[in-house]
């Protein structure tokens, strides 16, 4: 594994993480989710180990809100500035997104393209699918997405921090940190919290809460997998449902697959060596199989 840095158009470096090389030609880009990093969640480190095993190039695409505290070039001021989950940019998701989809397929040179995402990273990669007018991917892996608003109303410390953001934005302190962890997990400043109450842009499953939009899910070019697992606390009653709802709200639902991972959490909690091999699954036997 090694780090990566990806610039994107506002001059931001972002680091990312990759496993393999361009002597593979296909690469699987993975979105995290928010507060999640390769050094921190197995479940990316052992899908990296997993696909570079197997001759598959992995690149963990670290957007703002994936690196708590780390710091990021920032070309545009010739300056290192701390960026993370604490200080994000939600409208700027889909130029991350695409900063790493272009600097696989023009700086690397790769000639399969799939875009994976997991949590909050799936929502990420569902707004660029759904709104961009390049052919760059392949195949999709959506795994773990979440409906922003009903998330909103089940996390705990949430209605705290936003009524604490609003005030502390009032009055000039956007900067600050909240002194008390965003939905019991994650550190934010008060411009972050706003943020991400009002990223539209990222409201793109809203199976339970029914506020957001479904057109970028019907938009999404490629075929590809719905994964979730079943003690996804995060979906609902019936995570299964959850995702066949989503797969519902695609062009073409019947070309794509779902599945359920039995016993597994949002996070795949000990389950990361399953999660790992499932996503090899996918490539080899739904995509490649397909394109043969």
Known sequence: MEILNVTTKRGLELKGAIFGDNSNDTCLIMLTGICSNVFQNELLYKTGLLLEKNKITCIIAHAHDSFSCFAYTDHSIKKQSHKGTFNDEFDKV???????????????????????GHSLGSNKIINYLGNTKDDFIDYFIISSPVDIMHWW?????????FDMAKSWVENNRGDDILPFLFGGFSP????????????????????????GETNSLYNIKPFGTFLIGSKDSVTGDSPKKFMETLNSWTKHPKLNRV?????????????????????????QNHYMAAAL
């Open 94 to 116: 889909y130029e991350d997104v695409e900063s790493y989809v272009k600097f696989a397929k023009e700086k690397m040179g790769f000639k399969r393209i799939i875009l994976a």
């Open 153 to 161: 109303n089940i996390m705990p410390n949430i209605d705290k921090c």
């Open 188 to 211: 934010m400043t008060a411009n972050t919290v706003i943020g991400f109450h009002n990223a539209d842009n990222l409201k793109n499953c809203p199976v339970i809460s029914k506020q």
């Open 259 to 283: 599945i359920e991972i039995e016993g597994a959490s949002h996070i795949f909690y000990n389950m990361h060596d399953i999660y790992a091999n499932t996503i090899l699954d996918c490539i």
